[in-house]
């Protein structure tokens, strides 16, 4: 690896802008001490103190710091040499993305120390540079992974907060944009993960807890079938009978008649 350059402790004003529409050459690794805003593929996106940012060679760099406040960082320049690249990349360590650490205190220290051993005149001080370097990918790629794990924690509690509201009121009128929502993901990514998480698709979960409230009403009232229909939310009783049958191997009339 070379090292371009390097800085600890910067801090900027509030006019603090930068703006490389062609990068600055080389790959950039920023350890945010104050929050900041990047703009990433046209959007304004924050990152909070305490947060990682790595651009790779070539892309643009588009960062500001917050209205009204300073900016404090520290960076370096670098560039990969043979397969250098791959090793960094092998520990799933994106670029381009915010990434919050717990703390920046250990990030800033091998910074700091890549500083000093950059402008020492020890023999083996690339070498040296380049294992702090290490050290930190290393740390970094440990934070990414606490950071997934505490995600589909989340967001494991948020898909069943939805999936137990679902079995409680199953005649609600129920959707796959809904439910999205309310976990904060995309369509795609809620079904994707919803089936992950449950082994069974929204749609399939929401017949399933329907035909369950169903099934428990021709159980324990008088209703007629119709009125169990539109009680586990269906407004068409062939289109309940339909799922019925496909569930449960018979139809509702018959499921009653056997207790």
């Known amino acids: 690896m070379i090292l371009n350059n390097v800085g600890y402790n910067h801090c ?38 305490r947060s ?6 070539g892309m ?27 090793r960094f990349l092998s520990r799933n360590i994106p670029y381009a993305k915010i990434i919050p650490v717990d703390y920046t205190e250990f990030y800033s220290f091998c910074i700091k120390a890549i500083a000093d051993e950059n402008s020492s005149d020890h ?13 930190m990918c290393n740390k970094l790629s440990d934070q990414i992974h606490a950071n997934e794990q505490t995600e589909r924690g989340t967001r494991y509690e948020m898909m069943l907060t939805v999936r137990n509201q679902m079995y409680a009121n199953p ?14 993901m995309s369509r ?4 994707h993960i919803y089936k992950e998480q449950f082994g069974v698709p929204f749609i399939q979960d929401l017949i399933r807890s329907r035909i369950e409230y169903a099934k428990m009403l021709l159980r324990t009232t008088n209703m007629s079938v119709q009125d169990v229909s539109q009680n586990a939310g269906y407004r068409n009783y062939e289109h309940f009978a339909r799922q019925f049958r496909d569930q449960c191997g018979m139809t509702p009339g018959q499921f009653r008649q056997r207790g």
């Open 188 to 191: 795609s990514s809620f079904q």
């Open 60 to 86: 643009p760099q588009q960062y500001r710091c917050l209205p009204q406040q300073t900016f404090a960082n520290d960076w370096m320049h670098f560039t990969f040499e043979a397969d250098e690249e791959q």
């Open 123 to 135: 023999p083996l001080r690339r070498d040296t540079v380049y294992l702090y370097f290490q050290l």
């Open 52 to 57: 990682v940012m790595i651009y790779p060679a």
């Open 12 to 49: 900027h004003d509030a006019d603090f802008l930068i703006d490389r529409p062609n990068g600055s050459g080389d790959c950039l690794l920023l350890i945010l001490r104050t929050g900041a805003v990047f703009t990433l593929n046209g959007s304004d996106q924050y990152a909070p103190e």
């Open 171 to 184: 005649y609600w009128e129920w959707n796959v944009a809904w439910a999205a929502h309310q976990t904060r």
